[in-house]
């Protein structure tokens, strides 16, 4: 019975060990766009009592992995397009709720609406390049 015990034991000690001797088949790669709204240009102005008066920058980002697409098939390359409009609105979302345009009025930059087509149209732009490339 205690050589039995022992021989499970050791059985089961020893295969974690074996499958971390073996190589991984798989390489992941996160190949990612960087969506960012308000590129230095959402200068806000808080109208709060502590703060009254003062301007401050603020932006948001959020990554959009392609890793997994085939740039070089059309249907593809629209999928990446469709995750930067979603990442867009995710993004001036973020900003709209963080710093309300009620009581954080823009001085200069976009918001709602006009945030998420210029921020997709620039994240487009970085897109392009890598379709291109990837057609190539």
């Not at 969506?35 to 230095?40: E, I, L, R, Y």
């Not at 932006?59 to 390359?77: F, H, W």
């Amino acid at each position: 019975m205690l050589l039995s015990i022992s021989l499970v034991s050791i059985a089961l000690l020893s295969g974690p060990a074996r499958a971390q001797a073996t190589s991984a088949r798989w390489t992941p790669r996160v190949e990612s766009i960087i969506v960012k709204a308000g590129a230095m240009k959402n200068w806000h102005m808080a109208l709060t009592a502590s703060h009254l008066g003062k301007a401050f920058a603020v932006s948001a980002t959020i990554p959009v992995p392609y890793s997994d697409l085939d740039l070089a098939r059309e249907p593809d390359a629209s999928e990446l397009g469709r995750r930067i409009q979603v990442a867009a609105r995710l993004v001036c979302q973020e900003l709209d709720t963080k710093y309300p345009p009620t009581q954080f009025p823009l001085l200069e930059g976009y918001s709602g609406p006009d945030c998420v087509r210029v921020t997709a149209h620039d994240s487009m732009e970085q897109a392009d390049t890598i379709i291109a490339s990837a057609k190539r």
